[in-house]
């Protein structure tokens, strides 16, 4: 222990956002040297680290957010990539908690991953953050600040020491001791990092000298899991049966569509589309009471940019007790199948199209609704439209809500997947994605009323993220519609009012001269009309009686009882994006207007009041409507 003499700032230091932020604190005494107790090497100003340069960051703070490092208070150690300054500005420009972004400054250094999960935290401000050298440990930096700690494209910010090595001269030479150019730090012990004890690892085997990686993640209910990626039309395991499948739901997604793939002997990146090794294998690790066990195993990888399912180790336990004499099987490892343990509501899966399951949605929860396919769709100005995701890459919009008339330029648009409202929900994860391109139909003479937005990379299936079914022929018979949005544009809490399509005859009788090829009427049941606000163009989606959920239309501009269809643009939809889930479940095919000649003068038009005039429509018309 030493008392302190001097402290020394610089004199542009004003606060941590500014940068500047490091001091030199004189000893009133000089530290007696020994084998715990050593001076840290510092760079010159010339010294320059490499970007993916593995660094230490050491200290005593909290060991995530808002939790203190508990008792005896044991020094923590956490292994940190640096950041360019281009990758890091980069993270910091995209929208945060509450839309906060930053601009960094120069003096600043950034460390950590974009994905997050490892940093340093609240009480570790002023530690260092070492890098080795040519086999000498560097001070690169000085933990400085962050946005929370371990959150994704937020990483650590941290003081760069090289550009204060003229300061640190003129104010330590003549004291005792000198600064130090260089000596030696002694490596902190690394250890494999750790998720939270609830929680399964997935790791990948080492594929090269030096690198492996490693996913956080928390096992899928097993209704989803196996009605995901199981065989169609097998029967899901029931609560506490061995399991046909494990499904991993990752904390943190990987970054920006890219992703490593084994080839042979070496690394390779590879988009997710493309794995042209195709021989990767990752292993599914769980921790119960502090003991690892090894839960499910891949061979194949079926998408590069995370595996999906692991086959389970426990259905194999007799086996391997056979063969080894010798392995240690838990025979305690419980697997929770439903909420809490419950039933299913159904042991059978929905029909799988041929690129998988779509338009699965799971049970509600009283954080909020959960709607894996609905987007919040931010566009440039503040505006924010209702989106649907119809497949890995695209979400489908309604084009008024995203183009504005007249306007000459494409905006920027950002979708958001997994929220109820500002926040995420407690059993998903957000999902985040930038828009490349916006296609619309080439319809001659008219304005398309469907765009198809573009993601810079795809959204992998979890139960807060996976796209809806289509449905070619128009409405599915027996099925039950709803309109989908929410009530206040500013809360974007989900809602649903439910609503039946109106038959041709009736939608031209409300609507007679301004009924536009292609669209429908929908009339809303009692109490329902005003549960969605319309101007984010709320989509239209039907339940079949097979059970996934269908998308049949998007809101015409301005109105909350016409819906533009899907399905005569099912042709331009299947050619622009090849994963559209389209089923083909029989029901009527889209109308035209026919016998419109025998709408009642006194009541066609009258669209001012039209819940009044379909009940009044569906009374005189009864005789005339197919049953």
Known sequence: MRSVATILIPDNYSTVELGADLALLRLASPAKLGPSVRPVCLPRASHLFAHGTACWATGWGDVQEAVPLPLPWVLQEVELRLLGEAACQCLYSRPGPFNLTFQLLPGMLCAGYPAGRRDTCQGDSGGPLVCEDGGRWFLAGITSFGFGCGRRNRPGVFTAVAPYESWIREHVMGSEPGPVFPSQLQKPQSGPWEPREENCTFAQPELAPGSSAQLEAQLLNGWWCHCLYGRQGETVPRPGDPPHLLCPAYQEEEEAGLCWVSSR???????P???PAGDSSWSLLCREEGTWFLAGYRTLSDGCLRPRAFSPMQTHGPWIRHVTQGAYLEDQLTWDWGPEGEETEKQTCPTHTEHGACGLRPKSTPAGVLWPWL????????????????????????????????????PYIEVYLGRAGVSSLPQGHQVSRSVVSIRLPRH???????ALLELNSRVEPSPSALPICLHPGGIPSGASCWVLGWKNPQDRVPVVAA????????CHCLYPGILTPGTFCVLYSEGQEDRCEVTSAPPLLCQTEEGPWVLVGMAVRGNRELFAAIGPEATWISQTVGEAHFLHLGGSSYWSPEGSDLCPQDLAGSASSPKVTALLLLLLLAPLIPR
């Open 265 to 271: 002997n070496s690394l390779q990146k590879s988009r």
């Open 273 to 275: 589309d493309q794995d």
């Open 375 to 410: 987007t919040e769709v931010h566009v440039t100005g503040d505006r924010v439209c209702t989106g649907i995701l119809v497949a890995p890459g695209w979400v489908l919009a309604a084009t008024h809500c995203i183009l504005r008339l007249g306007s000459t330029t494409v």
């Open 444 to 450: 001659l003479g008219l304005r398309p009323p469907l």
């Open 499 to 506: 609503v039946s399509i109106l038959t041709p005859r009736l």
